[in-house]
Protein backbone atom coordinates (compact mmCIF):
# COMPACT_ATOMS: atom_id res chain seq x y z
CA UNK A 1 0.00 0.00 0.00
CA UNK A 2 2.78 2.18 0.42
CA UNK A 3 4.54 1.86 -2.89
CA UNK A 4 5.00 4.25 -5.73
CA UNK A 5 2.85 1.97 -7.93
CA UNK A 6 0.35 1.98 -5.59
CA UNK A 7 0.06 5.50 -5.00
CA UNK A 8 0.45 6.05 -8.73
CA UNK A 9 -2.70 4.02 -9.71
CA UNK A 10 -5.05 5.15 -6.86
CA UNK A 11 -5.47 8.89 -7.14
CA UNK A 12 -8.43 9.17 -4.89
CA UNK A 13 -7.51 8.25 -2.14
CA UNK A 14 -9.31 9.17 1.51
CA UNK A 15 -7.97 11.65 3.44
CA UNK A 16 -8.16 8.80 6.75
CA UNK A 17 -6.32 6.42 4.12
CA UNK A 18 -3.40 8.63 3.28
CA UNK A 19 -2.41 9.55 6.66
CA UNK A 20 -2.14 5.54 7.75
CA UNK A 21 -0.18 4.71 3.99
CA UNK A 22 2.20 8.13 5.71
CA UNK A 23 2.62 6.36 8.63
CA UNK A 24 3.90 3.13 7.18
CA UNK A 25 6.91 4.61 6.14
CA UNK A 26 8.25 5.23 2.86
CA UNK A 27 9.85 1.86 0.78
CA UNK A 28 13.49 2.17 0.72
CA UNK A 29 15.87 -0.14 -1.55
CA UNK A 30 19.29 0.72 -2.93
CA UNK A 31 19.42 2.10 -6.29
CA UNK A 32 21.87 1.44 -9.41
CA UNK A 33 22.37 5.33 -10.36
CA UNK A 34 25.59 5.89 -11.67
CA UNK A 35 27.25 8.77 -13.71
CA UNK A 36 29.97 9.59 -15.46
CA UNK A 37 31.80 12.76 -15.98
CA UNK A 38 34.63 13.77 -18.25
CA UNK A 39 37.14 16.12 -16.57
CA UNK A 40 40.21 17.84 -18.02
CA UNK A 41 42.53 14.95 -16.39
CA UNK A 42 40.51 11.99 -15.73
CA UNK A 43 37.00 11.02 -15.99
CA UNK A 44 34.75 11.55 -11.92
CA UNK A 45 32.44 8.61 -11.19
CA UNK A 46 29.37 8.94 -8.81
CA UNK A 47 26.87 6.51 -7.65
CA UNK A 48 24.24 6.64 -5.69
CA UNK A 49 24.39 6.05 -1.69
CA UNK A 50 21.82 4.70 0.25
CA UNK A 51 23.18 7.22 3.17
CA UNK A 52 21.02 9.58 1.39
CA UNK A 53 17.50 8.20 2.71
CA UNK A 54 19.06 8.90 6.23
CA UNK A 55 19.67 12.56 5.02
CA UNK A 56 16.38 13.25 3.43
CA UNK A 57 13.58 11.31 4.76
CA UNK A 58 11.10 11.88 2.26
CA UNK A 59 12.53 10.46 -0.33
CA UNK A 60 11.46 6.61 -1.80
CA UNK A 61 12.80 5.10 -5.33
CA UNK A 62 11.23 3.05 -7.91
CA UNK A 63 12.72 1.64 -11.51
CA UNK A 64 16.26 3.13 -10.13
CA UNK A 65 14.33 7.09 -9.99
CA UNK A 66 13.67 9.35 -6.65
CA UNK A 67 10.43 9.98 -5.63
CA UNK A 68 9.14 12.28 -3.13
CA UNK A 69 6.84 10.35 -0.56
CA UNK A 70 5.65 12.64 1.00
CA UNK A 71 4.33 14.15 -2.27
CA UNK A 72 2.58 10.72 -3.43
CA UNK A 73 1.05 9.91 -0.93
CA UNK A 74 -0.38 13.78 0.11
CA UNK A 75 -1.28 14.31 -3.75
CA UNK A 76 1.68 16.97 -4.23
CA UNK A 77 1.39 19.08 -7.63
CA UNK A 78 2.79 17.10 -10.85
CA UNK A 79 5.99 17.78 -10.86
CA UNK A 80 9.46 15.22 -11.36
CA UNK A 81 9.38 14.16 -8.06
CA UNK A 82 5.97 12.76 -8.40
CA UNK A 83 5.66 11.92 -12.45
CA UNK A 84 9.08 11.20 -13.45
CA UNK A 85 11.64 10.42 -11.09
CA UNK A 86 14.67 12.41 -10.44
CA UNK A 87 18.15 10.94 -10.58
CA UNK A 88 20.95 13.55 -9.59
CA UNK A 89 19.94 15.67 -7.18
CA UNK A 90 16.95 16.45 -8.85
CA UNK A 91 18.48 18.91 -11.43
CA UNK A 92 18.53 16.34 -14.13
CA UNK A 93 15.57 14.87 -16.23
CA UNK A 94 15.03 11.45 -15.49
CA UNK A 95 15.22 8.77 -18.64
CA UNK A 96 13.80 5.33 -18.73
Same mark, same amino acid.
Given at each position: ? /? !??? %?? *?????IA??? =??? #?????? $? #? !??? #?? !? +? @??????????? /? %??? !?????????? $???? +????? #??????? /? =??? *???????? +?? =?? +?? @??
Amino acid at each position: M /N !SVD %FL *WTNKDIAYEI =RTD #IKRLGR $P #I !SDL #II !S +K @TDVGKSRNYSR /N %FNS !SVYDRFKWLC $PKRN +KLFCF #ICLVMGG /N =RSA *WTQEGCVG +KG =RQ +KA @TA
